[in-house]
């Protein structure tokens, strides 16, 4: 059984508790009081919930750190911390929403600008995803690696498609699409960053790229892509793949030309 450190276990601890509200309240979705944070932007009583349980667990646990949360919830600024959370308490609103049983819990753990922890988890599969610097990635207890597929029309891979509201934030999508799909063996989109991010450290995606991203959808991920051997990117040279907004990450074999690709276009 792999070990794990106290660190990642009281992000696990953390999630496996908020999984429980949330898993409630996916069986009642259409009882939910939802509001819109722009076009096509939801957040839900489940978003809340759920983020109310990790500042409290996580809180708990390490009083130390800061938090940067996706959802504005009065609680005191401590982003400015050297160590923090980076959390997502339902990455995949939409899906969730909808009831389709495809979304998680990103929570990823900070220090001195470095992402030295991850856990996603999926509590409808139950799969807990998790990693920490130096240590691998797994799967529940299983060890993670990125897939060894080297010709891209072998390869499958993952993008966040832009919607209502954020089309003006992505306006070289159309033609990254289209630079890629004659390449590879199919691109999917299946509307939860993090579990994109997951699956390129399972091995289950070979690649993954998206613009205009949010820290708390990919920080947990970007170390599991990393000790599961493979690479992480921004697809602007210079910047943060997890800051700035713009990510390509995947198998160690086809990066550099997934990434010429997708900069070029």
């Known amino acids: 059984m792999a070990q794990r450190s106290a660190l990642i276990n009281v992000m696990i601890k953390a999630a496996e508790k908020a999984a429980k509200s949330l898993k409630r309240d996916f069986g009642e979705v259409e009882h939910l009081q939802v509001s819109r944070k722009g076009p096509a932007d939801f957040v839900s009583t489940a978003d809340f919930n759920a983020q109310k349980i990790l500042r409290e667990e996580l809180g708990k646990a390490r009083p130390a750190f800061g938090f940067i949360m ?71 207890n299983k060890r993670m690696r990125v897939s060894a597929r080297s010709d891209l029309i072998d390869c499958l891979v993952a993008t ?39 699956y390129v450290a399972a091995g289950r995606f070979d690649g993954y790229w998206e613009n205009s991203i949010a820290p708390y959808d990919v920080a ?46």
């Open 70 to 140: 996706e959802e504005t919830d009065g609680a005191a600024d401590t982003s400015s911390k050297a160590e923090r959370w980076i959390v997502d308490p339902l990455d995949g609103t939409t899906n969730f929403l909808h009831g389709l049983p495809h979304w998680a819990i990103s929570i990823a753990a900070e220090r001195d600008g470095e992402m030295i922890a991850g856990v996603i988890y999926d509590p409808i599969k139950d799969e807990m995803f998790w990693a920490e610097k130096g240590l691998g990635a797994y799967c529940n």
């Open 220 to 265: 947990a991920g970007v170390v599991m892509v990393k000790e599961a051997g493979g690479f992480v990117s921004p697809i602007e040279p210079k910047k943060s793949p997890v800051f700035d907004g713009d990510i390509v990450a995947s198998n160690s074999a086809i990066h550099d030309t997934v990434l010429k690709l997708i900069r070029s276009a």
């Open 160 to 198: 966040g498609i832009p919607f209502a509201g954020v089309m003006d934030d992505d306006p070289r999508f159309i033609a990254r699409l289209n630079a890629l799909m004659p390449r590879v063996a199919g691109i999917r989109r299946w509307g939860a960053a993090a579990l994109d991010m997951a």
